[in-house]
């Protein structure tokens, strides 16, 4: 079965950092795309991040980029996203999102099948 699971939100003042890990179970990552998207109380879905397991090349949402940081880690079914200078905009649940194949869609896209999600709140 092929299943993401998302940790690491949590609560933190705005200028904060977080990581958020999704680890995958089922697969591995060699032949699919990972990424992140959020969903705002009240809004919709905004794509944030994704990185081509093959390739290893990367994309970000003009919302983030320059802030967060998509990785793969040693274990290689394990996807990091390094979150710094967190603004009260960022707040939001973070889902993690697989898709078979090489190349990431346009950045701030919204793709495949994801995971419970984390929820992220920037506040002082």
């Known amino acids: 079965q092929l299943q993401l699971v998302e940790s690491g939100g949590g609560l933190v003042q705005p200028g904060g950092s977080l990581r958020l890990s999704c680890a995958a179970s089922g697969f591995t990552f060699n032949d699919w795309i990972i990424g992140w998207f959020r969903q705002a109380p009240g809004k919709g879905r905004e794509g944030v991040s994704c990185?081509?397991?093959?390739?290893?090349?990367?994309n970000y949402a003009d919302s983030v980029k320059g802030r967060f940081t998509i990785s793969r880690g040693n274990a290689k079914n394990t996807v990091y996203l390094q979150m710094n200078s967190l603004k009260p905009e960022d707040t939001a649940i973070y889902y993690c999102?697989?898709?078979?194949?090489?190349?990431?869609?346009?950045?701030?896209?919204?793709?495949?099948?994801w995971g419970q999600g984390t929820q992220v709140t920037v506040s002082s």
């Open positions: 999102t697989f898709q078979a194949g090489r190349l990431c869609p346009p950045p701030g896209s919204i793709f495949g099948s």
């Open positions: 990185i081509s397991g093959s390739s290893g090349r990367t």
